[in-house]
């Protein structure tokens, strides 16, 4: 188990990383970041939790009972992925698409959520 720290950390070490965030689902805000990529990053990590949003919203109105996992987004030039960490956090992940894998990229994030610790006040 570790923490914020690390998790963004670990992510970062992922090939063609170019910035993670831990997201708080709620507020939107940024709990953790990490790398320098070619944008906005907390921006981009808040603005996703727009999508999230829609998604849920989406799924609701289906009438599905499928928890969601994740959310990605292809761009030509790098992948965009959202991992869903309980029901009130995501971690959010941009890599650059000629330097990653996504199958290896999405396996690693999914390790990363599943041994993430939050301590609770």
Do not use: W
């Not at 188990?1 to 965030?21: H, N, P, Q, W, Y």
């Not at 289906?62 to 995501?90: A, C, E, P, W």
Request: charged share 30%.
């Amino acid at each position: 188990m570790f923490d914020i720290k690390t998790s963004i950390e670990r992510a970062m070490a992922v090939d063609g990383c170019l910035g993670a965030a831990l997201v708080d689902f709620e507020s939107g805000l940024c709990l953790g970041v990490g790398g320098n990529p070619p944008f906005d990053l907390e921006l981009a990590a808040a603005g996703n939790t727009e999508v999230v949003r829609a998604t849920k919203t989406i799924r609701d109105k289906l009438g599905l009972k499928d928890k969601l996992d994740d959310i990605l987004i292809t761009m030509s030039g790098q992948y965009h992925m959202i991992r869903m960490v309980g029901t009130s956090m995501f971690h959010y992940m941009a890599l650059d698409r000629r330097r990653s894998n996504l199958a290896l990229a999405r396996k690693e994030l999914a390790t990363i959520d599943r041994d993430l610790e939050i301590e609770r006040v």
